[in-house]
């Protein structure tokens, strides 16, 4: 009998679809603001996540969400770090 399922998956799991970002949705459900510890909003178009309570936007490159505060954004446009 051989194993017709993928390296790594589960026979029978149903994983959620990738999202756009190529990020697995249930990482970006529990990804959190490494500054405040407050949940994050995904924006697709700017593929960022956003802390709105410390108004930084995260970037996701290559599908990888790069949660370093020093590479974070800031949403106010005259922020400065």
């Known amino acids: 009998m051989s ?6 998956s589960a ?3 149903s994983s959620p679809a ?3 970002t190529g990020v697995d949705p249930r990482l970006l459900e529990m990804l959190v603001c490494p500054l405040t510890k407050s949940p994050l ?3 697709a178009k700017a593929q960022e996540l956003i802390s ?3 108004r930084l936007a ?3 490159r290559d599908g990888i969400p ?3 505060i020093d590479e974070a954004r800031p949403l106010d446009p005259d ?3």
Do not use: H, N
């Open 79 to 81: 922020a400065r770090r």
């Open 18 to 20: 990738p999202s756009p």
């Open 11 to 13: 026979a029978g799991s």
């Open 3 to 8: 194993d017709t399922s993928e390296p790594g």
């Open 52 to 54: 709105d309570q410390a």
């Open 58 to 60: 995260y970037p996701i």
């Open 66 to 68: 790069i949660m370093l």
């Open 41 to 43: 909003r995904y924006d």
